[in-house]
């Protein structure tokens, strides 16, 4: 059934609905059920207008056609979220600094590494959180081969949070000791991170749903409100995939909405309501 659409506005279907889900499932293991037929249109209609196409139909079909790649990338970042705040959910902080760092610190004290890893790690709170925990915990981690691997699907994102500068009312919720320690005043009304802990983040652009292309395994991993917009089989194949990266007794950390359901298939202990730790 058609959809007619006020002036100006691209013209769009059941069709074009179905079309958009299949991309996304099959590009990033997004799922979209009925009910979110209005939302993929206000999020997607405005990159068909700037695309210069008068349909989703001619959007879509240049999207998948072989000049579309840079646009396809466009078109999922345009499905998904960026809402993040720097210490959001606190008691993985504090679970962070009094149970990983210390572990990570004897181990990389003895000349081993430290890796950890925030797997959707949007415009960067997150990551420089994590440093920023790593650092009060074990002051000198800079000058070790410590490093906070900080992917996410979404390259302009992954841009932004390389920059590491935010506005003060965002910086809001992080405390005055911190501010003065790890950051500087950037321009009329803003902070950017400074000095050593620039050195322990590092931003790639990765889809989460392909390869990886990374080897080690992490201490940590923050995996936080992603999966909630997977199906039930990605999901669980997800949780795997990040259980064989975690070091044997390493910890998940999840969003305060989702669960691992298979712990004889992935080996994952749950130990709180968002934090999951791998048997060793």
Request: charged share 25%; proline share 5%.
């Amino acid at each position: 059934m058609n959809t007619m659409r006020p002036a100006g506005e691209p013209d769009y279907t059941d069709a074009d609905f179905q079309r958009v889900r299949r991309i996304a499932q099959e590009e990033a293991g997004i799922y979209f059920p009925d009910t979110k037929r209005t939302l993929v249109y206000s999020r997607v209609s405005r990159r068909v207008r700037e695309a210069g196409h008068a349909s989703f139909q001619r959007y879509l079909d240049f999207v998948q056609a072989p000049g579309g790649r840079n646009e396809m990338e466009k078109l999922i970042c345009a499905l998904t979220t960026n809402v993040t705040s720097f210490f959001r959910e606190k008691t993985h902080f504090t679970h962070l600094e009094e149970v990983v760092v210390p572990r990570l610190a004897a181990q990389v004290r003895a000349g081993g590494r430290g890796r950890l890893w925030s797997a959707a790690c949007s415009t960067g709170q997150e990551p420089w959180s994590i440093a920023m925990s790593v650092l009060s915990a074990f002051p000198d981690a800079h000058g070790h081969d410590v490093r906070v691997l900080a992917t996410d699907i979404n390259s302009d994102v992954v841009s932004q949070a390389a920059a590491g500068i935010y506005p003060r009312a965002e910086a809001e919720a992080i405390s005055a000791e911190k501010q003065s320690r790890f950051m500087e005043p950037y321009g009329d009304d803003a902070l950017r991170f400074t000095g050593g802990i620039r050195s322990l983040p590092a931003f790639r652009v990765l889809n989460l749903n392909a390869d990886w292309p990374m080897k080690g395994t992490f201490a940590a991993i923050f995996c936080r409100n992603v999966v909630i917009y997977f199906d039930e089989a990605t999901r669980e194949r997800l949780w795997c995939r990040l259980a064989e990266r975690l070091e044997p007794g390493g910890f998940l950390y999840v969003g305060h909405s989702e669960r691992v359901a298979s712990k004889n298939q992935c080996g994952l202990e749950q130990v709180a309501p968002t934090i999951y730790r791998k048997e060793p």
